[in-house]
């Protein structure tokens, strides 16, 4: 394990393109006349997409489990209607 995160840091450290931490404010120094580019805006876009994935990701799992909930609950509710109606009255 020590190995493969010494080579990952070699790597890392060896080639900077791979390294690059922002994408959008790249593109955005790159896209304009002169390399200054739009940096306020490359680094608008880049924080918004960097803020947004905790949120999406939170949200995405907590409607999987919400869905898991109310499945579970519907089965339960199911079964107990059937054994009330399976078990004589009296």
Excluded: H
């Excluded at 990952?8 to 390399?35: H, M, R």
């Excluded at 949120?55 to 799992?61: M, R, T």
Aim: charged share 10%.
């Amino acid at each position: 394990m020590f190995r493969l995160c010494a080579l990952i840091l070699v790597l890392l450290l060896v080639l900077p393109a791979v390294a690059e931490g922002c994408p959008s404010c790249k593109a955005a120094l790159a896209s304009q006349e002169g390399g200054q580019g739009n940096l306020v805006q490359g680094f608008f876009w880049s924080i918004l997409f960097l803020l947004s994935m905790p949120v999406l990701i939170v949200g995405g799992l907590s409607t999987y489990m919400y869905t898991l909930v109310r499945k579970a609950r519907k089965a339960a509710s199911g079964k107990a209607r059937q054994l009330g109606q399976l078990t004589p009255a009296g």
